[in-house]
């Protein structure tokens, strides 16, 4: 696993960007200002590759008191064991993100 590091902002909230694949899980983290906090990381979809980069990022949040979305792209069948509850920690919003509203959102609100 690779990590960019950041410092945090304690009160920005922070968005886990998921893309699920069949065997592997792409994720990377940023603040609101979409500042790198971690990541891009290649992870295993497993419990133990899961468990990893969950203390990665609890690791470099620790001592931010900041709101975390989880966003998890809707690819399939594949991303569906990231969207149970128990998976991330307790207080983080997990939204499935369908990519077809993804890609509208950013055509309209891209400048240009």
Do not use: C
Not at 54 to 82: F, M, Q, T, W
Not at 101 to 109: G, K, M, P, S, T
């Amino acid at each position: 696993m690779s990590a960019v590091q950041a410092a945090v902002v304690v009160d920005s909230p922070v968005v886990v960007a998921v893309d699920g694949g069949k065997k592997t899980v792409a994720l990377s983290v940023t603040d609101a200002g979409r500042h790198r906090l971690l990541g891009p990381v290649d992870f295993e979809m497993t419990g133990r590759g899961v468990d990893g980069v969950l203390a990665l990022i609890s690791s470099r949040l620790a001592g931010a008191d900041a709101p975390v979305k989880v966003g998890i792209e809707a690819a399939g069948h594949y991303h569906r064991p990231l969207l149970a509850p128990s998976v991330w920690p307790a207080g983080w919003q997990v939204l499935e993100l369908n990519p077809v509203h993804v890609r509208l959102d950013i055509a309209v609100f891209t400048p240009g």
